[in-house]
């Protein structure tokens, strides 16, 4: 008796049974589908695929973990494979700058940054090097001061690495100091080099990619473009309170091998949380929690 | 002459689906819309007779094109017809999910409009985003428009009423107005659209969205078409480089076309949308 029941304990799905072999694919196809759904790459999807059948017929199954339970943690594993979960920001002296492709959310996500750093007790301060976009400076001069929080800009500046040197001159006395930046994407070669300037002459501690959760296949050739510029440190994944599930932005981070730190979860400058992968992946394939099934291990 | 002739099967087709699924899911067509695209293809084609000699993925890629070309074409009309031939002053109301292009678009429509001789007013009815008034109000500025404002946190109806008045009074053609962006799961939020409608009787509503965008494009337009309805679609930031393909998404959800493209951010970079455009796109 005792000797059945340990080698249950520890049990292979057997790639020569049939019926088990069956579920694997079965259940990899669900899950190619959730993937390419919630707007995984698609090349990334493949790899993923692949990495699951192999895995899921050739590893020990946790005595209390079905089939389709032990599939999910390995397709968790694989999601998160090289970019960690999550980035640690300590809370002492640093340089955050934000930067990313149009309109997807980083005046705002500046604001939030500051806010979120100020709630723990630090000095927390804002510059505008978005010489680009009409009424940038208002924007984000607008929230800072909703907000009562620390801000630099020179409306009649055009030359955003000037602010920016000035910028950190002025608020030297400032612990975190957050750089919000002009939209730019991988083509527009005149602004890829601003950033490389404004990155050069600022030297942040954290270098933020802010990507739109509802960002399709284009996210990893865009992320890898500007970590090929200026070497990204983290990804922020903004308007996380609609129906987008985040898969280009994981992909983003997949591709450059980097961590997602932050999610932004509505417009109001409070709607800003620390990323918890178990809860993004749950949501991402929709099939339950998976921070119970993680802890069940 | 004696030609010879096979009967298309499915699983002769199979090989030439799935890679035609992939270009499709890359060009950023939406997981449900490529599904619903391949089972359309497969009724249409298994069973057909084909040539021998006639290579089968081209007949596919043509029914292909095809069924794409109906998808975007379907409600098509001109803009540029539609303008001249409305009653002035026209309302058009731009709508959508935040930060796709919307006050940016409205600059680049202004821009077309004034150039093609007609007269501007635009409204700014994003009262609640920080810089949103100041934004639109540098546009009209650059392009010689006046803008009807109220202050932050105003009524949006309310300002786009006026806007409307205004023109009605000073002969003005069109009005283009402005609208806070908001999430379609919001709903108070869509509810005060449906209420900008009912107040302001807009001649047209487009709804702006991104090329950048994947599936979620179908979620938005299906809720803002259903919510508040739409009578067409602008795609911005086709310059970063997307295939498009949300393009066909969009369409496809609300059975309106896509009238405009923007490709990049200076006022000019404004260009019509045609299908076959788009086609060669993703296929060439
Ligand atoms: N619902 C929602 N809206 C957001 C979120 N983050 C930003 N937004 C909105 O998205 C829009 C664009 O945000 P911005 O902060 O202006 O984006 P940006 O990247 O600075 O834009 P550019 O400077 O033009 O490149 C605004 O309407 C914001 O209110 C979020 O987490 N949820
Ligand atoms: N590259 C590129 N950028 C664009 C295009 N259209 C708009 N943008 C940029 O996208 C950003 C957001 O544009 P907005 O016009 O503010 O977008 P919006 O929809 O009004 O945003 P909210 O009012 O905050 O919801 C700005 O930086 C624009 O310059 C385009 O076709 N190409
Ligand atoms: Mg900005
Ligand atoms: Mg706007």
Redesign the pocket.
């Known amino acids: 008796m005792a000797l059945e029941a340990l080698k249950d304990v520890v049990r292979k799905i057997k790639s020569s049974s049939s019926i088990d072999k069956y579920l694997v694919e079965e259940i990899v196809r669900d899950i190619q589908r959730a993937l390419l759904r919630a707007d995984v790459n698609v090349r990334h999807v493949k790899q993923i695929s692949d990495a699951i059948k192999k895995r899921a017929l050739s590893e020990d199954v946790l005595p209390t973990f079905n089939v389709r339970e032990h599939i999910i943690k390995i397709v968790y594993e694989e999601l998160m494979r090289g970019i960690g979960e999550g980035l640690d920001i300590p809370l002492k002296k640093a340089k955050i700058m934000l930067v990313g492709l ?2 997807s959310g980083k005046t705002t996500t500046t604001a939030k940054m500051a806010k979120y750093f100020k709630d723990k007790g630090l000095k927390a301060g804002v510059i505008t090097a978005d010489t680009w ?1 009409p009424a940038a400076y208002d924007q984000l001069k607008q929230l800072a001061e909703a907000y009562d929080i620390g801000f630099y800009g020179d409306k009649n500046e055009k030359d955003a690495v000037k602010i920016v040197r000035d910028g950190l001159e002025k608020m030297k006395d400032y612990d975190i100091i957050i750089i919000d930046t002009a ?1 730019r ?1 991988a083509l527009e070669e005149g602004l890829i080099n601003e950033m490389i300037e404004i990155s050069r002459v600022a030297n942040p501690d954290y270098k933020l990619l802010v990507l739109d959760a509802a960002i399709g296949q284009l996210a990893s050739t865009q992320a890898k473009r500007f970590h090929d510029a200026i070497g990204i440190d983290g990804i922020v994944i903004t308007k996380f309170d609609g129906t987008a599930k985040g898969g280009g932005a994981l992909s983003a981070a997949r591709e450059i091998g980097i961590p997602i730190a932050f999610l932004g979860t509505g417009e109001k400058v409070e709607d800003f949380e620390k990323f918890d992968p178990a809860g993004f992946v749950s949501r991402l394939l929709g099939m339950g929690d998976i921070k119970a099934l993680l802890e069940k291990v | 002459v004696f030609e010879r002739e096979v009967i298309i099967d499915e699983g002769k087709l199979e090989g030439i689906l799935s890679e035609l699924e992939m270009i499709l899911l890359e060009s950023d067509v939406a997981f449900d819309v490529v599904d619903e695209i391949t089972q359309k293809l497969k009724d249409s084609l298994v069973g057909r007779r084909k040539k021998i000699g006639q290579k089968l993925s081209d007949i596919v890629i043509d029914e292909l094109k095809s069924i794409l070309k109906d998808i975007l074409d379907r409600n098509r009309f001109d803009f540029d017809e539609f303008v001249r031939n409305v009653d002035k002053p026209a309302n058009i109301l731009f709508v ?1 999910v ?8 409205i600059a680049k429509i202004a821009k077309r409009l004034t150039s093609q001789g007609y007269s501007v007013v635009v409204a700014a009815g ?1 009262t609640f ?1 920080a810089g ?1 008034i100041e ?1 639109l109000e540098e546009h009209a500025k650059n392009l010689g428009v006046k803008i009807i404002k109220h202050k932050t946190g105003a009524d949006p109806a309310a300002v786009i009423f006026d806007a409307i008045k205004h023109a009605e009074a000073k002969g003005i053609d069109i009005v283009l107005s ?1 609208t ?2 908001r999430m379609h799961t919001k709903k108070n939020l869509i509810d005060q659209l449906g209420k900008i409608k009912r107040v302001t009787k807009p001649a047209l509503t487009i709804f ?1 969205d991104e090329s950048l965008a994947g599936n979620d494009a179908i979620e938005r337009a299906r809720m803002f078409n259903d919510a508040v309805g739409i009578d067409g679609s602008i795609l ?5 480089d997307p295939k498009g393909g949300t393009a066909i998404s969009i369409s496809y959800i609300t059975g309106k076309p896509v009238l405009f493209v ?4 200076s006022y000019d ?1 404004l260009e019509k949308f045609s299908s076959e455009w788009l086609i060669g796109r993703i296929f060439d």
């Open positions: 149009q309109g976009r939209g994407h | 959508g935040n930060g796709t292009g919307k006050t940016t678009t994003d985003r949103a934004q402005d806070a962006g702006v911005t930031k086709l310059d970063a923007g490709t990049g951010q970079d």
